[in-house]
């Protein structure tokens, strides 16, 4: 007598890798598996890492598939003599290893197409428990593995994320999604610019607290994130249609409270509605950035399609170069410094004209660690953004690294075009 | 009869709490235990996450106690209801919870300070396992708590950095460090570009082999990364000198074996060793990029003091920007097109002489997802190098997302600009 099998309800995922056990590095591929176990409905309990130890790996392995309906391992799949997830998954579950003749195949047609020969060790990777189901890797030479335990899923996926996340994709919409449950969990975020995490809760309190109690209960979380507050809205339920709707309300009262600082409803992010706003109103954007050193024109062409409307720009560290490349008169550097209001609007305007672009950008101050003045201390950023309705400058002091200076001007000024083009659009709409 | 204890050799960590489960958030706290047990020469054996469900937290604590001589759990001792640890722990080890007004006092203290009454929940935080030690909070209102079991030692931390870390650096210099073994953890790190894993492998096998068995046993990890692999050589030892004798000679022993693949040994990345080399050769860096939007530039700018050597650069996306900002002839583009080898010469030879830089970089290529056609598919990149002994260009092709192809490009380039610096100091010295 054979029936459906149950449900899966739970799961645990187990990183395996001795790196993963340093200082330097940390498993982000659970936060990926998370948010794709949420929208099947099935429930993260616990996860692991464990380094690349034979006897750890197989307790850690055998005392997850107690608890949880799926365990998911990444990593450890690789040819050399530390990838050991196949061997033990072999071991603690008694399915010996047998080389499978299409895989060996494979791995050597990747290395013929790149006109090597694959290295012997890369037969380890052909090894499949017996019964296992073989998941293919059309971005690395590891297959995956898939093997039914009874009731229980077992899935091995390489550590790489551009190999494991296509691969988890295919298995969770073919073999997944139809042993999930009913109930998903659902999620709407808004993304705010230009205010504290305690003014957001502030403002929106009233409105997400009654959402707990409501059906479909809503949890609402509020996270602080580098240069803008998250809020994520999360309901768990059968009801597809009353969650999106129940979302979609609790989401629009919350986007009406916080008003013009809440840049993104739909988890996008601020390049990626810059560009759209640009792409929308037909308008080009050229750059001309000091201290930001590149970041802000990089941010702006990691949307596809940005060549549509990003112009180009300059990184401008030296004067001359300024001047050169983004006609900022020299006398004005001389007068006011490098880092100012008056050089970032001639920035701004300067390379919107140069570059024949709709909407110009000027950045301009001191990334640090060295640099800072009393009066221009490591942190000062002068922005300026030059569009058809004029020119818009502001003066702000950033707290942090390099990096994180970096980051958070390029931020500025991405808040700083949005702000215009949605202003100027009202001024035309008007 | 009672002996001193045995060494602390092996530990676990587990991270409690629901938040560290989603796709948000990211335990942090044990990287920075992972390497002050390193430094105690403690082997972080298996990290772990859990949700704050007593039953889950049970079993993953009662496991961890089996294998490591020190379990450490940081997070779940606030005052609500959610918050297990205590009662967890107390429960797995058979140690009834019990009111230490000592606790009390001090809770209502802090409270009192701020013109406040404690809330009777903090209560929770008071109570406190048989026998436990308990670990002073100077930052937050949850204290600490050290639990001996047999030889075995539990250590209980609140989840907020700012009250864990202090809290463990002292636990681990009065406690932990006298029961640590002698033996401490060495690392060093050799970064390659331009092979793959398998051929750093199968070139550095019969270096690192024999070392696993020497004295002190050094243990390798062979890593890949975006576009470059590491090699990680750790020793155990109580004999530091003797360690970083042994560490520096399979170092340079595996660095020889490369060659000039191997770009840093020293753990440093390729944009601060390019950054390096720049600053040796009292040369400067100017940049054309096109598909690699800027993060060519950003990358070299992330590092301090690149504003000595970066004279700046230029992101052409369109071709008239290519023309007007690094002299690329219209002609030159009309009859080879953007993505060839003729105009990256002309954008790195262009931008070299606009910016009066030693050394120029010209970038074009496919990032994609668009724009592909079959003869030069997505991820076709042509990056030229031009330095005073003359242009050096070549044609990749990068596979992966937009975002990828980016990193791959600025990546190339930079290990182009390298082997050009290194080649040229080598002509003058020769």
């Known amino acids: 007598m054979t029936g459906s099998p149950a449900p899966l309800r739970s799961a645990e995922i187990i990183a395996v890798g001795s790196e993963l056990l ?5 498993d982000t591929n659970s936060l990926f598996l998370a948010d794709e176990l949420a929208s099947l409905g099935i429930s993260l309990r616990a996860k692991a890492v ?24 990444t990593g450890g799949l690789g040819p050399t003599d530390d990838d050991l997830t196949r061997d033990v998954v072999s071991e603690v579950l008694g399915l010996p290893l047998e080389e499978d003749p299409a895989i060996v195949a494979d791995i050597e047609a990747r290395f013929a197409k790149r006109g090597l020969r694959m290295p012997a060790i890369n037969r ?47 298995v969770a919409a073919s073999v997944l999604s139809p042993r999930a449950g009913r109930e998903r969990f659902y999620r709407v975020s808004i993304l705010v610019a230009g205010r504290s995490e305690s003014h957001v809760e502030e403002a929106i309190q009233p409105i997400y607290a009654p959402l707990a109690t409501a059906v479909p209960p809503i949890e609402t979380t509020i996270l602080a994130a580098p240069g803008q507050i998250e809020v994520h809205l999360t309901a768990l339920s ?27 409803a739909d988890g996008r992010s601020m390049e990626d509605i810059v560009g ?64 100012s209001e008056p050089v970032a609007t001639a920035m701004a305007e300067g390379i919107r004209q140069r570059m024949d672009a709709t909407v110009g950008v000027g950045v301009t101050g001191i990334a640090g660690p060295g640099g800072g ?21 502001r003066t702000v002091r950033f707290n942090g690294s390099r990096a994180q200076i970096k980051h958070y001007a390029s931020q500025s000024a991405l808040d700083m075009v949005r702000r215009t083009i949605a202003r100027d659009a009202a001024v035309r709409r008007g």
């Open 22 to 26: 340093g200082s330097k590095r940390v």
């Open 50 to 73: 464990v380094g690349d130890r034979r006897s750890d790996l197989a307790t850690v392995f055998r005392q997850a598939l107690e608890r949880a309906d799926l365990v998911i391992l």
């Open 124 to 170: 380890r990777q052909a090894m499949v428990p017996r019964g296992a189901t073989v998941l293919d890797n059309p971005n690395g030479s590891a297959p995956g593995l898939l093997v039914n335990v009874g009731e229980r899923v077992v899935v091995l996926l390489p550590g790489p994320p551009r190999e494991m996340k296509p691969m988890f994709e295919r």
């Open 238 to 264: 059968g009801d597809a249609e009353l969650a999106h709707r129940s979302l979609a309300s609790a989401r629009d009262r919350i986007v009406t409270a916080i008003g013009d600082d809440a840049f993104s």
């Open 276 to 339: 759209g706003l640009l792409r929308d109103a037909g308008s080009t954007i050229a750059v001309a950035e000091s201290c930001s050193g590149g970041l802000l024109l990089s941010r702006l062409t990691d949307i596809p399609g940005s060549s549509a409307y990003v112009r180009g720009g300059v990184v401008a560290y030296s004067n001359d170069v300024k001047t050169a490349f983004a006609d900022v008169p020299a006398a004005l550097i001389a007068e006011h410094g490098a880092v």
């Open 373 to 393: 003045t009393p009066t221009k201390p490591v942190g000062t950023v002068a922005i300026a953004v030059a569009a058809p309705s004029g020119t818009t400058v």
